[in-house]
């Protein structure tokens, strides 16, 4: 934990001095995207020290044969690499023939970035004195547009203390690898490299995958902000090209490079028209200046902003946290585009490879549907509809059959493609948090179209699998589920799961009863679906029969629920008696004893409570919180937003702020060392819901929203909206008071600690 | 299964006719080796198609990087691989210019392999014409000699049926790979190359192990048996060098090339006269012919099959088979060397890797004990020994601490080499089985001197390592034993593996008894061994109190133990339920699928019932057969020969006749469809122990050979012999008799089904 590296700000994060040793950790923080494409705060200029350079392009994969020790049969054929793209931003640099490199400057004096959130604006300034004595100084502005998703567009601006001839070559670079490549294959091939005086093209398709992707650019400069004309000639290797420059800089006075740039994919285009489309873009942009973008770039934040931001009053790092991971996500996933999803590390690293973990439903569903309008969310299950038939392939890989399907771990397409046959094959509760989902969404959103249109089906199939995965025993004469792996992914192969085996019984009944609904409401859609999937009445009597007699562990005397059969079996020891010096203890212990150990990775029983928290009374929350908490060691990214939750709900003050300040600073405070490799983009909706379901304590009870507001001690006012069934609510939340306004004239009720309020316009409540 | 691939002989292996297809399951089935070196079968001259290559030298290994999909903490840094090793048997040849080359022959019309195990010979024919219509026939016999370890010799010879000009290029090369490579590592250097008119020598050096190896060959030229000078000129590369001999051959004459060939290596010699070593063998051989070194040959291997020949009447498949086990063990093994172990597919591929498994004390101790003389059964006790302390830092590196040790599942130096966690850090029984090994080399041959001077220490590392593995579990009241893979290897991470807890339990009770004997018997080994590690009374308390105190799952309505805590909450489905045509499973159903499934690879509580045999009754035997036999699906070699031994025991003939055909043709026969890998060495010591232990039912009572013999019924008599003792006990049994003689005079105790019988020189005890 790097805790105070970045100070605190409301609305920037700043990284001040030269640290080299800091570079990848910044170079992950200060990550930029819009949704379509995202790249981590590499320089633009040389940098030979330490850096991890990566550039990626929303849904533009590769499927990197699997690499395993020993193969096991049903291994997924490749692991989905999320592929670093060309490079549009470099400018190579030489003031009086040497080249700029911070690395090897002979001093660097002043060194600053900042990442200002609520424009979506990258800046860095450096001075430095080169080793021939130049002193320099530096500042670039970079930003990923909004408004026009293949673009990006920086301003560098150099300046030096002496007169100087300055050799510029902005360009484009396909020979990139990436460094988590299973076989060293090469992963693009290019197909065409061009340029003229002011402006480049490479288009590169991918091995296998055939996505093909033109990344361009255009050049300017400007000296004092005038724009100055000027020749270059063309350097072209076999995979890079760039716009040789020669410049007279006179000292005092400023050269500014602004380069437009970015990526065309066949996601989007035809790809014989991708050339000509980059041609277009770039005419559409003669007009504009730097400025007249960014200010675009402004509007486009303010509105995201508008309806997704939170304040608090009187915690500024707590401030900071929450927009850092509000600006996070929407920098990932927009929603506008149904192909898309949230790669667990969005566009900040290679980590994780695909894009799509349940983390999506588990996590980010409700972020999603209450800061932006509701297709957004729709759009998120559309995407695992239109993936029913790949999950009904993967199901048939591992021996299922008649339509159960078993979504993936991991995916980029549909088809799994993680690799360790204890996650693959056996962390099959992400089935429950996608029928979850459906059922969130439906009560969110108040859409009963989605279930006949679309998410019945989906139902069905994980029904189908649940039914066919647990088996009768004998010995208990009750169904049980063998051989998982539950969300605790530090057990493996374990028997009933509590976890796994609850939200299975859930998911068959919840399928069952959600076709009856259809055969009574939606009868076509009945019909239509019973006959494509030829689902009978049989089946669904077993999947009845199945979950009325499915085991759940649990310990009488404690009376808690067990996480799996065996759990009361281990040394029960707190992760308080652990030593500090061991931990994480995933970096410091051998993976067999970590799972004989009683430590949980991340939120599992409780999880499992947290979704279906209206079954369970506070007391046996407050039980099997109390037994399962002190064994957790949060691990996982994922886990403090629930424990956050659930500690908030059980008056646990100190505690659910200590858990959120976990989650919201995660990667700013860098708690599990390991910041360079990337962001962890899917929790930060958890920290979302740490602020909106713990602290304020937002529920839906039955068509209406419900607050039970316990602000930690030190904030003075929080305040942020919901997109609730089409309206949008106002919170002000003190101490003391709750403020709700909302902007339609419709009455309707609040809940406040249960009680009900009547909601016209606004009201102010005392708690 | 391929069965009758091979016809039947008491002495040979035949493979007649041309199959392209077969040419990789040959090269397994006709390997040979002296123990020091062996190779597959691959054809001298030029072979285009299909073929797996492979030359091994004992003890000489790569490291090769570990390749994971995902790094767990505590796995080893590298898999050792058993190395390809330079070729030495290499023939280029061509026939008026056409290579010789049987992939491009036009017509191939006869051709065998026969390897004749009685002299240890392996021979090959054929006879083809060329594309350019030449008939060509071949004869060539090879052998590596077990006189001289360093030596093979071939004598290839060649006819054409017309006058032709030989262009002749025996040569060595060291451009040699691994098949198994993870990551396209070279593992060699060449040091040296060069070559006279009629030898040629490399040396070369594995890159990171460092071993030195000179290859060397000499070239003899006859005809029809006569000698003939040659003249050569060197064609040599960077890794290759042979000698270009052209030759006249005048139709109806045989030209016979001798090749002397082989390995020096820095195990042995001092790397820097590891060419001077060849050419003093190679000088001293100077007088000696093919022959001359066959006759040698033949001696070695009459006087091995003096004390190893089992012979069977009435049965002449099941005589070839033991015979083929016998002679592989013995190409594999002649325990002279205390640096060797078994591999698990000696020299015959490279599978496996490493050289060490638990196999060496599990299957193969009592072959080589009742075969051979006492020092060699020692020899591969010393060598857990020699590796006590690697075993110490293995369960360091797992967490253990104070000496406990933890052998390793792969090596070839005492340190762990396998990479999958749930063998690597589950799969901890192996420890139990060194220990077995211990007290059973004790019990057989009466040297009490073993476990003073060097077993206690490997018997006390073993019971620390079970005293801190097991845990106390507060809801059972008993030590348990979490997380663990037991022999059965289709199930992984389970909790409380009874064959696990009991063999732990044994391991702590026997050291704390042995230890307390070497304090009655041995006090100066026993104060020795106490100052040198440490051992303190309160730690054998600890042991004696763990063990007392030992968790071992049980069903009481059934009256059987359970192989772990829940396999009765199992779908308990028999063997005989499963589709033939999804056999093997592992070749046909998900990992998870088996993992659940109550499908037994190999004995597993049978295996400990088998190991401490009078504990139980023959009716607790009798039940836990027949509850798990109808469960295992004997996917590994390991796996019939405990069935065979027990079935024998408990009067079920038929199966026991059939699960030794199973062990004794797995490799002639192909049981399990791989057999081009490799052959499946360690097992074949197991198919010895389904005849001697199972058939004749010899047990050890007291310090006296028992039996109990169950001949199948086709045997109309089996004969072998016993080195028990220091005596040679030789044994005839029909269906009705048994006839026991013995090398010594002084009278002894026979125990024949439980009856007591004095045998002096010769008893013959009607059965």
Redesign the interface.
């Known amino acids: 934990m790097n805790l105070n590296n970045y100070p605190f700000h409301p609305w920037k994060i700043i990284d001040k001095g030269w640290n080299p040793e800091n570079v990848e950790a910044s170079e992950s923080i200060f990550s930029i995207g819009n949704g379509a494409m995202g790249q981590r705060a590499n320089f633009e200029e040389d940098y030979s020290g330490k850096t991890f350079q990566g550039s990626y392009i929303g849904g533009v994969y590769y499927p990197d044969k699997?690499?395993?020790?020993?193969w096991?049969?049903?291994y997924p054929e490749y692991?989905a690499k999320v592929l670093n793209a060309p490079n549009w931003i470099g400018i190579h640099i030489k003031i009086e023939g040497e080249q700029l490199d911070l690395h090897h400057a002979k001093e660097v004096l002043h060194y600053e970035r900042v990442l200002d959130m609520e424009s979506g604006l990258y800046e860095r300034s450096f001075t430095a004195t080169l080793q021939n004595g130049i002193g320099v100084r530096v500042h670039s502005k970079r930003f990923l547009s909004l408004a026009q998703s293949a673009l990006g567009v920086i301003d560098y601006r150099i300046e030096t203390d002496r007169d100087a001839t300055l050799e510029i070559i902005p360009y484009l670079d396909a020979g990139i690898t990436n460094q988590d490549s299973n076989w060293e294959d090469q992963f693009w091939e290019i197909d065409r490299i061009g340029a003229t005086q002011k402006t480049a093209y490479i288009e590169a398709h991918t091995l296998k995958t055939e996505f093909s992707v033109g990344t361009f650019m255009e050049v300017r400069l400007l000296e004092n902000d005038d724009t100055i004309d000027f020749t270059s000639s063309v350097k072209k290797t076999e995979k890079k090209v760039g716009l040789e420059i020669s410049h007279q800089l006179t000292a005092g006075k400023e050269l500014s490079i602004h380069k437009l740039g970015g990526y065309l994919s066949s996601r989007n285009y035809p790809k014989e028209n991708l050339e000509s489309e980059a041609n277009a873009l770039l005419l559409a942009l003669k007009n504009e200046s730097f400025s007249s973008l960014y200010n675009a770039q402004k509007e486009k934040w303010s509105s995201i902003w508008k309806s997704a931001d939170i304040t608090i009053d009187g915690d500024v790092k707590a401030q900071q946290a929450i927009r850092f991971n509000i600006f996070q996500l929407n920098q990932t996933y927009t929603g506008e585009d149904a192909g898309l999803n949230i790669g667990p590390k969005g566009f900040t690293g290679e980590k994780y490879g695909g894009s799509t973990y349940w983390d999506t439903e588990a996590y980010c569903i409700p972020f999603y549907m209450a800061t932006k309008n509701q297709a957004v969310a729709r759009n998120l299950l559309t995407y695992r509809y239109l993936q029913l038939d790949r999950a009904i392939e993967n199901a048939e890989?591992?021996?299922f059959t008649k339509g159960a399907a078993l979504y993936p771990m991991v995916t980029m397409n549909g088809e799994e493609c993680h690799?360790?046959?204890e996650i693959t094959?056996?962390e099959i509760h992400r089935n429950s948090a996608i029928a979850f989902a459906i059922f969130n969404y439906t009560r969110y959103t108040g859409d009963t179209s989605y279930i006949p249109e679309m998410g019945m089906e989906v139902l069905v199939g994980i029904a189908r699998f649940w039914a066919q995965r647990a088996?009768?025993?004998?010995?208990?004469k009750q169904y049980?589920i063998?051989?998982v792996t539950g969300p605790n992914e530090y057990e493996?192969?374990?028997?009933n799961n509590w976890y796994t085996n609850y939200s299975a019984r859930w998911c068959m009944e919840y399928a069952a009863e959600q076709m009856n609904r259809l055969y009574n409401e939606f009868p076509a859609d009945a019909a239509r679906i019973q006959q494509k999937i030829d689902l009978q009445d049989a089946e669904m009597e077993q999947w009845k029969k199945t979950a009325a007699q499915m085991y759940l562990p649990k310990d009488d005397a404690l009376k808690i629920v067990l996480q799996q059969?065996?759990f009361?079996?281990?040394?029960?020891e707190h992760v308080s008696s652990l030593d500090p010096a061991e931990r994480p203890i995933?970096?410091?212990?051998?993976?067999?004893?970590?799972?004989?150990s009683p430590y949980i990775k991340q939120a599992d029983v409780l999880q499992g409570m947290y979704f279906f928290e209206d079954h369970f009374s506070n007391e046996e929350l407050e039980r099997n919180y109390a037994f399962y908490e002190p064994f957790t060691v949060h691990e996982s990214s994922l886990s403090p937003c629930v424990h956050a939750i659930l500690a908030s709900k059980l008056g646990k003050e100190e505690q659910a702020y200590a858990f959120y300040l976990r989650t919201a600073r995660l990667d700013l405070d860098d708690y599990n060392a390991e910041v360079e490799e990337g962001l962890h983009i899917t929790s930060m909706a958890g920290t979302w819901m740490s602020i909106v379901e713990g602290f304020a304590g937002m529920r839906i009870k039955g068509e209406q929203l419900s607050f039970a507001p316990r602000l930690p001690k030190a904030w003075e006012k929080l305040q942020f909206k919901i997109n609730f069934r089409d309206a949008i609510y106002t919170l002000e939340l003190t101490q003391d008071t709750l403020v709700c306004s909302v902007d339609q004239s419709e009455e309707t009720t609040l809940f406040v600690h249960d009680t009900a309020y009547t909601l016209r316009d606004k009201v102010e409540i005392a708690l």
Not at 471 to 476: E, G, I, N, R, V
């Open positions: 699997t690499r395993v020790g020993w096991k049969n049903g692991f890989k591992l021996g690799n360790e046959w094959f056996e088996s009768f025993s004998a010995a208990k049980v063998l051989g493996n192969n374990v028997n059969d065996g009361l079996d281990k040394t029960l995933n970096q410091h212990w051998s993976w067999d004893r970590i799972l004989r």
